[in-house]
């Protein structure tokens, strides 16, 4: 069987975002995800901002646009930064292109 172009390209499309998704659900799926943030080895500080903007998991937190982190309730954005890093350390650095 022949495909035309757009039939090829179309199917191609589908098959890379199927495979990003199942990569995705993965990773949302991720136990440090759903672990309490206090429980979680970051700062303090993240602490008392997740805290006082009624971030749970890692999970609450990443509901939200990312760029709008800084500009929550005491955060900014050395809060950002420790959340990419804590995703970076758990091997979740996929979830900071959305």
């Known amino acids: 069987m022949r495909l035309d ?3 090829f390209i179309s199917r191609l499309h589908f098959y890379a975002y199927a495979i990003f998704r199942h ?3 993965k990773a949302l799926d991720h136990p440090v995800l759903h ?4 429980s979680l080895n970051v700062s303090a ?3 008392l901002m ?3 903007n009624q971030f749970n998991t890692l999970e609450d937190v990443l509901k939200e646009p990312l760029d709008g982190l800084p500009f929550k309730k005491l955060s900014g954005y ?3 930064r420790e959340l990419l890093t804590v ?3 758990h091997g979740l650095h996929e979830l900071m292109e959305d």
């Open 5 to 7: 172009a757009f039939t």
């Open 23 to 25: 990569g995705m659900t």
């Open 35 to 38: 672990k309490a943030i206090g």
């Open 45 to 47: 500080e993240f602490k």
């Open 50 to 52: 997740a805290k006082a």
């Open 78 to 80: 050395r809060m950002l």
């Open 87 to 89: 995703l970076e350390q």
